[in-house]
């Protein structure tokens, strides 16, 4: 499946939370058992200094909290698509 080879480099956040492969290989909603997730930005989780824990804790497990806390955000780049199945993270059609 062509989904699970593309990642979210993150940026300003402007990724779904819950939707969009960005802490791994598959959306969250896939991976955390909550019924019908709202949609909800990644960046609406993020403050000036850092994660909002206490709104993460909200909706994960503790693992899954700690392990977005290892990830940052670079709010003065777009987010950005990466193909993985490319050394560059570029899209080719050969790789697909």
């Given amino acids: 499946m062509v989904d699970s080879k593309i990642w979210w480099c993150l940026g300003k956040g402007f990724v779904e939370f819950w939707y969009d492969p960005w802490l ?6 896939d991976v955390v058992p909550i ?3 709202p949609h909800i930005l990644l960046a609406e989780f993020y403050k000036e200094n850092g994660w909002n824990v206490e709104c993460l804790k909200a909706w994960l497990p503790m693992d899954v909290v700690v392990e977005i806390q ?3 955000l670079y709010q003065d780049q777009e987010d950005c698509m990466v193909w993985l199945d490319s050394p560059s993270g570029d899209f080719m059609v050969k790789s697909a």
């Fill in 24 to 29: 791994c290989h598959t959306p969250l909603a």
């Fill in 35 to 37: 019924r019908d997730p």
């Fill in 70 to 72: 290892g990830i940052q």
